[in-house]
């Protein structure tokens, strides 16, 4: 029992940030932070590193990064000060569509656009609050990922190492796509479009060959009355419906809406460069960047032009699974070892 007390031991906290003005001009006028921090703040406030969560996450990094934080792990709380910020349009504690707008109600679907920029600003605000003048390395994948890139740059002098794992420069067609197809299941049907779109989303999270092997065309064996004379009720169905119940029972359809779509407008190039070197020249510190082989949402060949696109030095690795873009959360083994790479580096 200690052990385990040892290494999930976090605090989760809330900062009232300020205003913020968004890439819009639209202004925030005041931004909460929910976050969770590990490990104690060195007396000089340099051992702080930060963890950027995926679309749908928040600020509880042990539980969706499990092995990854505690004593003796990759992210070593003996050493290091570990916070995790939820992000800001999320439904989690920070700021989002669920907060009270000016008028009194809470904002919904009329919470302003936000971008990925948007939330790394945020997050800086959460660093200056934390009185941290430089992270020692900012690690996150997927849209954690993308967060952690733009960190990097727009304020390179307070990013010693960045860690990017299954994470693209920018959205391609094909993921904006598959982002666009969820908003709009949302916003027919805010509640069952939510679960529709968690369905959506998960068969891009994980590969084929798994989702085959483990599911076959079986049937789930199941009490229920079929919903038609003679329907067929298959294993991926109750997997699929599992997925979409565990999603809707905590999270708001409006935060999702919100995040996808900054998430589909990711693009580093944007008002920086087309050329995505010359995009990524400002970038701070060092990087290591990781593709998951069987990952058919960011594929390798996408993660790997964002490696070789980076400055000088950028070491780019591949996490071997087949479990899909999902890797870098279950392969806990390889992603520790990246990690620890990464800070020896």
């Excluded at 969770?36 to 042990?62: C, F, K, M, V």
Aim: hydrophobic share 40%; proline share 5%; charged share 20%.
């Amino acid at each position: 029992m200690t052990a385990v007390v040892a290494e999930t031991a976090h605090r989760t906290l809330t900062a009232q940030l300020g205003p913020l003005t968004l890439e819009t001009g639209v202004v925030l006028p005041e931004v909460t932070l929910a976050y969770d921090t590990y490990g104690s703040l060195s007396p000089q406030r340099d051992n702080a590193i930060l963890i950027e969560h995926a679309l749908t996450g928040d600020s509880h990094a042990h539980e969706w990064w499990p092995g990854i934080i505690g004593p003796g792990r990759p992210l070593d709380t003996d050493r290091w000060f570990i916070v995790c910020a939820n992000i800001l349009g999320g439904c989690s504690g920070s700021t989002g569509p669920h907060s009270i707008g000016p008028d009194g109600v809470p904002y919904g679907s009329d919470f302003p656009l936000i971008t990925v920029r948007d939330t790394v600003h945020a997050e800086l605000l959460l660093a200056d609050h934390l009185g941290i003048d430089a992270w020692q390395a900012v690690l996150g994948g997927s849209m954690g990922g993308a967060r952690a890139l733009e960190t990097a740059l727009i304020a390179p002098d307070r990013v010693e190492r960045t860690g990017i794992f299954a994470a693209p420069a920018f959205s391609e067609a094909d993921q904006i796509a598959w982002g666009h197809i969820q908003v709009e299941a949302i916003r027919a049907d805010p509640q069952r479009g939510l679960g529709i779109a968690r369905q959506i989303a998960h068969l891009t999270y994980r590969a084929d060959l798994e989702l085959n092997h483990r599911f076959g065309a079986r049937q789930q064996d199941t009490n229920e009355p079929a919903r038609e004379p003679g329907e067929r009720y298959y294993a991926i169905q109750s997997y699929l419906d599992h997925q979409a119940g565990k999603l809707t029972s905590r999270f708001d359809p409006d935060s999702y809406v919100s995040l996808s779509r900054a998430l589909m407008d990711h693009d580093i190039r944007r008002g920086r460069s087309e050329d995505l070197q010359e995009a990524l020249a400002g970038a701070g510190g060092r990087f290591l960047v990781a593709a998951v082989s069987s990952d058919r949402l960011y594929t390798p060949d996408q993660v790997r032009r964002l490696a070789d696109s980076l400055p000088a030095g950028t070491v780019f690795r591949t996490i071997t699974s087949w479990a899909g873009h999902d890797g870098f959360l279950t392969e806990s083994d390889q992603v520790g070892a990246l990690i620890c790479e990464l800070l020896a580096s």
